[in-house]
């Protein structure tokens, strides 16, 4: 009596396929573009929906302008304490989420940053009066650094 067996080889292809796979896993997949070095940029407003009865008390999302990237972007992780904001800036956050044109250069920052992902996105509830359209909320950044 034979007994058969079979012995499947993977294929040279195979093995070149499962090194790619496990070599690009180990990357960052563009999550952290900017974690090696700082990005300089200034703090020009905030997130109308959020925080604003008390703008130095953390609970905020600030827009901030990255130089380099050309862009603005919201952080809803900005740490309070880092600048004493003029609460009168926060006054008509019902039409204008902008610092005043004189102040858009008075709080310059370096930031080490990366995108949110989809789980760590802040979509707060903004209430119907408030003006909504002047920035993209879905531009969010996780601050992991920031200086003055």
Not at 7 to 13: D, I, K, L
Request: proline letters at 7%.
């Amino acid at each position: 009596m034979q007994v058969e067996t079979s012995v499947r080889r993977t294929s040279p292809v195979s093995i070149i396929w499962m090194l790619v796979f496990i070599f690009n896993s180990c990357k960052d997949n563009g999550l952290c573009t900017t974690c090696d070095n700082f990005s300089d940029g200034f703090v020009i407003g905030f997130d109308p929906c959020t925080g604003v009865e008390d703008p130095n008390g953390g609970e905020v999302g600030f827009l901030i302008h990255v130089n380099s990237q050309k862009d603005t972007v919201v952080a809803y992780n900005f740490p309070a304490g880092i600048y004493d904001f003029p609460p009168e800036y926060f006054i008509n956050y019902r039409y204008e989420c902008f610092f005043p044109d004189s102040a858009l250069l008075d709080f310059p920052i370096k930031i080490k940053y990366r995108p949110v992902t989809e789980n760590e996105k802040n979509h707060p509830v903004c209430r119907g009066d408030i003006l909504t359209g002047q920035f993209n909320p879905e531009d969010q950044i996780k601050l992991l650094t920031i200086t003055k």
